[in-house]
T-cell receptor, first 114, second 114 residues
Framework: GAVVSQHPSWVICKSGTSVKIECRSL??????MFWYRQFPKQSLMLMATSNEGSKATYEQGVEKDKFLINHASLTLSTLTVTSAHPEDSSFYIC??????????FGPGTRLTVL | AQSVTQLDSHVSVSEGTPVLLRCNYS??????LFWYVQHPNKGLQLLLKYTSAATLVKGINGFEAEFKKSETSFHLTKPSAHMSDAAEYFC????????????FGQGTTLQVKP
């Protein structure tokens, strides 16, 4: 099956710093990638839809200036958490669309902000 | 609008006994429905999907689900639980058509006792 990777898998940072998370589709091209956030023992909440070469579409309530998304190529999307604070600590998961209604998920990135 | 409700937050079964994880959905059009499994510290894995073909869908690892339009349900079953089935399970419905979005249920934790 299609493989999606995320890097890093785990990151700890100080409050006020920015963190970049990469999402790559390793063996297929993905015009659309999605970013989710998952709090402990909770479900996945869609943050934004990222389309290659265009601006991301953010879900209601998600701060676009805080969560910067770039989808510069068909195999790479990045999520940058700017000026991170402890409440941004979470599990961030990306997925890449491999076709209609088919998404392949990355393993996730655990962000801890001290 | 589309939504999905997983009726049990936690299910506990003994190894070798049947598994039933319940899911109800709401959709203003004919949806695609999915079940994903999430093992600790691992990415989401697709178990099976329904896309308006056969109502009984067979997935990986012996799991299957039946789409019942009259009951708006898509329950996941397995005849005999294995210890390795212990994980978090998510029922997912497709979002508005042509967006590729997925809407996740709250998740059901499956515990398998020896």
């Amino acid at each position: 099956g299609a493989v999606v990777s995320q890097h890093p898998s785990w990151v700890i940072c100080k409050s006020g710093t920015s963190v970049k998370i990469e999402c790559r589709s390793l063996d297929f091209q993905a015009t659309t990638m999605f970013w989710y956030r998952q709090f402990p023992k909770q479900s996945l909440m869609l943050m934004a839809t990222s389309n290659e070469g265009s601006k991301a579409t953010y879900e209601q309530g998600v701060e676009k200036d805080k969560f910067l998304i770039n989808h510069a190529s068909l195999t790479l999307s990045t999520l940058t958490v700017t000026s991170a604070h402890p409440e941004d600590s979470s599990f961030y998961i990306c997925s890449a669309a491999g076709g209609l209604n088919e998404q392949f998920f990355g393993p996730g990135t655990r962000l801890t902000v001290l | 609008a589309q939504s999905v409700t997983q009726l049990d937050s936690h299910v506990s079964v003994s190894e070798g006994t049947p598994v039933l994880l319940r899911c109800n959905y709401s959709s203003s059009y004919s949806p695609s429905l999915f079940w994903y499994v999430q093992h600790p510290n691992k990415g989401l894995q697709l178990l099976l999907k329904y896309t308006s073909a056969a109502t009984l869908v067979k997935g990986i690892n012996g799991f299957e689900a039946e789409f019942k339009k009259s009951e708006t349900s898509f329950h996941l079953t397995k005849p005999s639980a294995h210890m390795s089935d212990a994980a978090e399970y998510f029922c997912v419905v497709s979002g508005p058509s042509n967006t590729g979005k997925l809407i996740f249920g709250q998740g059901t934790t499956l515990q398998v006792k020896p």
